[in-house]
């Protein structure tokens, strides 16, 4: 049976189990990953590292696939009261229109305790799902200051993983923006100076280049740079050409495409993400390459707004680092994965197209983006990573392998498979139970304020 590992300064063995550490590499039958407090320190044969570190804390995974923890890139916990609600206006019809009738509505509404509640309920569904880790990107312009802390303080509570910002806009005047980009520069301080965590880390988040000036980007880059000890490990958190407007408002009032203005601000950068690039250019598509710029795609969000698809092929053929995530739409990444790989199907229109790279892209691809963040690697299971796994019960019905992984995903699991689930050396979920939070108190809350919440929108 499985026993809950929430002690420190004792080592524990996972094992029993069939391992994908990675995947560049195979799975292997009986095997077991040790960690120390929250770091993996070796992996082997399960019989082999029970001897050797002998008086271990021991958890059978009793055959189930123990896999590394999956990644949301992007996300928006805020939209979670967004679930269920009335519009006040004709329901909207361009991008521009769900942005102003529903999202730029609802973050207005926002309090602290909404921050912290939204918050908290999306990471319970996410470590449920076997998410471990979770790149957000939030926005309460009438509840700036502290914000991130709240957010903050929802994943120290569930603990999970989380990479956050907060969104500059000039949309409710220059006092919000100036209020947004301190509230960055603040809490990357605190995440990479006065008081770092291993559960978090941070970037500067900045809205989309049509809602925010000249001088707002240039005041964001100069917040950055303030904060030397975060300059290996921060860049810029924003969405790129979702909508058509956001590439039609940059030519018409800067003469240049989005990309290419934020190349100007020194936006871009292997620490920056840009968030969907839906209408890219190719022009746009080689300077994101250039500059080594990460893209986050989310094609269930993409399909909801109906803002089309990224050409996600030609992100790839260019070497451009792809990561998947949500947009706040779900915190299920079995079930966004699901969603990458028919969508780019249909954007493509050939059924030969994004089957094994749907997997890379919320692997491989959302280990490397967010591991730049962290202290060390999150998203694989190796020596020196965080000890973040996921066990999963799937009693596959054929020959399962890595190469063809893919399609028992997409075809025979879901977010339901996920059994057990460990963050940083510390069992969050076992057996479908979590361990770390009282999910029906924050739930019943969310309900309380959610009437509220509704009348101030």
């Known amino acids: 049976m499985l026993s809950a590992c929430t002690s420190r300064g004792l080592k524990t063995v996972v094992g029993n189990g069939k391992l994908l550490r990675s995947l560049a590499h195979e799975f292997q039958d009986d095997h077991a990953v040790v960690f120390d407090n929250d770091t993996i320190v070796e992996i082997g044969k399960t019989a082999e590292m029970r001897k050797k570190h002998y008086g271990a804390r021991y958890i059978n995974a009793e055959g189930k696939l123990i896999m590394p923890g999956l990644i949301n890139s992007h996300g928006h916990y805020y939209g979670f009261f967004s679930r269920g609600m009335g519009l006040k206006d004709p329901s909207p019809f361009t991008f521009l229109e769900v942005l102003e009738r529903l999202w730029w509505r609802l973050d207005r509404a926002l309090e602290h305790e909404d921050n912290y509640l939204s918050a908290a309920i999306c990471n319970i569904a996410a470590l449920k799902a076997g998410t471990t880790t979770v790149v957000d990107h939030h926005a309460s312009p009438n509840s700036i200051e502290g914000s991130l802390d709240d957010v903050a303080q929802a994943a120290l509570d569930t603990h999970i993983r989380n990479h956050v910002c907060y969104e500059v806009t000039d949309r409710n005047g220059m006092d919000g923006a100036y209020k947004g980009i301190e509230e960055n520069r603040r809490f990357i ?90 209408h890219a250019s190719d022009l746009e598509l080689d300077l994101i390459k250039k500059t080594g710029t990460n893209v986050v795609t989310n094609p269930t969000s993409n399909m909801n707004n109906a803002v089309g698809l990224p050409r996600v092929i030609e992100i790839l053929n260019r070497g451009i680092p792809l990561a998947l995530g949500t947009d706040g739409i779900t915190y299920d990444m079995i079930q966004e994965l699901k969603y990458l790989y028919f969508a780019q199907k249909f954007n493509y229109k050939d059924p030969r197209v994004f089957g094994s790279e749907s997997l890379e892209a919320l692997w491989t691809g959302g280990s490397k983006l967010a591991s730049k963040a962290f202290k060390k690697k999150v998203g694989v299971l190796e020596p020196g990573a965080y000890a973040d796994m996921i066990l999963v019960d799937y009693d596959c019905p054929t020959f399962l392998c890595k190469g063809n992984l893919p399609w028992h995903i997409v075809f025979g699991m879901s977010g339901a498979s996920i059994d057990s689930t460990i963050v940083g050396g510390r069992m969050v979920m076992k057996h479908r139970e979590l361990l770390t939070i009282d999910e029906k108190a924050v739930l019943a809350r969310a309900r309380e304020r959610t009437p509220g919440i509704w009348e101030r929108f």
């Open 189 to 278: 301080e605190r995440c990479y100076k006065k008081d770092p965590n291993p559960m978090l880390a941070a970037s500067f988040g900045l809205h989309a280049a049509f809602t925010c000036s000249n001088e707002t980007l240039a005041k964001s880059r100069e917040a950055l740079e303030s904060v030397k000890e975060a300059l290996p490990y921060v860049g810029y958190h924003i969405h790129v050409a979702e909508g058509l407007y956001d590439e039609e408002h940059s030519m018409k009032n800067y003469g240049k495409s989005v990309v290419e203005r934020l190349a100007q601000f020194g936006i871009a950068g292997p620490n920056t993400i840009y968030g969907h690039c839906v």
